[in-house]
C-alpha cells in the first residue's frame, strides 16, 4: 500500500522524542550509572547513597506532602526532560519517581518511553508490563504499548503485531474514549488493515474530541481508499 510510508511518518512524529544520545552510548554509561537504569538496576546502595535518598524525600514530602503525589511531579518533569531529548535527565527523574512511589505504574510507564525513544521493544514493553501488573487499567501505558506493536508491524509488515496493536487500543479506549491520540492510532490502525468503517469511526471521534492529531496526508488517504 503505498501510503503505509506516509502514515509511518504520521505515528513517529507523533509518539518519539529527538534523542541527544545514540543507545550504544546510553548502554555503555549505564552499565556503570545506575541511574540510567530502571530502579536504580536494583543495585546495593552504600550508606552515602542511601543517606542521599532519604534526604532527598523528606525534601520532597516538604514540598509535595506525599510520595504520590511527588512521584507524580517527577513523572511529570521526566516526559518534561524526554521530549526536550535529554535522556539522562529524564530517566534519573523516572528512577527518582519510582523511589518516591515504587507503586506508581506511571514511573514504569517513563521507564518504558526511555526504551520505546531508543527502538528497544522489548525492554520498553516488559517495562510497560511492570506498570500494567500494577495496574492493569492504564490507559496511557495500553496506549503507548499498542504504539510499539505498531511500529513493530511498521518494520516487518507482521499483522499479528498489527492486530496486537489495535487489541491494545481497543482495551485503552474502553478505559479512556476521550484521548485524541488513542483514537487517532486506532483509526490508523483500522486503515491499515483496511478495515473502512473502523477507520472513519474513530478518525471522526477523534476529530470530535479536536482532532489535534491528524495530519492532512492521512486525511487524503483515508478518502482515497474509503470513500467520504
Known amino acids: ?20 544520545m545514540s543507545y550504544d552510548d546510553w548502554k ?4 556503570t550509572e545506575i541511574n540510567l537504569q530502571p530502579e536504580y538496576g536494583n543495585a546495593d546502595k552504600t550508606k552515602e547513597q542511601l543517606a542521599e535518598d ?29 521530549a526536550r531529548g ?34 528497544d521493544y522489548d525492554m520498553a514493553i516488559l517495562e510497560y508490563d511492570k506498570g500494567l501488573a ?3 487499567g ?10 510499539l506493536y505498531f511500529m513493530q508491524f511498521q518494520h516487518d509488515q507482521n499483522i499479528a503485531k498489527l492486530n496486537n496493536a489495535i487489541d491494545l487500543l481497543k482495551k485503552s479506549y474502553a478505559i479512556d474514549n476521550k484521548n485524541v491520540n488513542t483514537t487517532y492510532k486506532l483509526s490508523i490502525c483500522y486503515f491499515l488493515n483496511k478495515d473502512c468503517a473502523n477507520a472513519w469511526k474513530y478518525y471522526n471521534e477523534c476529530k470530535k474530541l479536536g482532532g489535534q492529531p491528524i495530519a492532512e496526508n492521512y486525511t487524503t488517504a483515508l478518502k482515497n481508499m474509503c470513500g467520504n
Open 1 to 20: 500500500m503505498k501510503y503505509i510510508l506516509i502514515l509511518i511518518g504520521l505515528l513517529i512524529t507523533a509518539t518519539t522524542f529527538a534523542q541527544q
Open 28 to 31: 555503555k554509561e549505564a552499565k
Open 54 to 82: 532519604r534526604t532527598f524525600i523528606e525534601t520532597v514530602l516538604k514540598q509535595d506532602t506525599t510520595r504520590r503525589k511527588g512521584s507524580e511531579h517527577l513523572v511529570s518533569l521526566g516526559f518534561n526532560y524526554l
Open 86 to 119: 535529554d535522556m539522562e535527565t529524564a530517566m534519573r527523574r523516572f528512577n527518582q519517581a519510582w523511589l518516591l512511589d515504587p507503586k506508581n505504574e506511571n514511573a514504569y510507564w517513563g521507564f518504558g518511553a526511555i526504551y520505546g525513544t531508543f527502538n
Open 134 to 136: 500494577i495496574n492493569h
Open 138 to 147: 492504564s490507559s496511557v501505558i495500553l496506549t503507548d504499548k499498542g504504539t
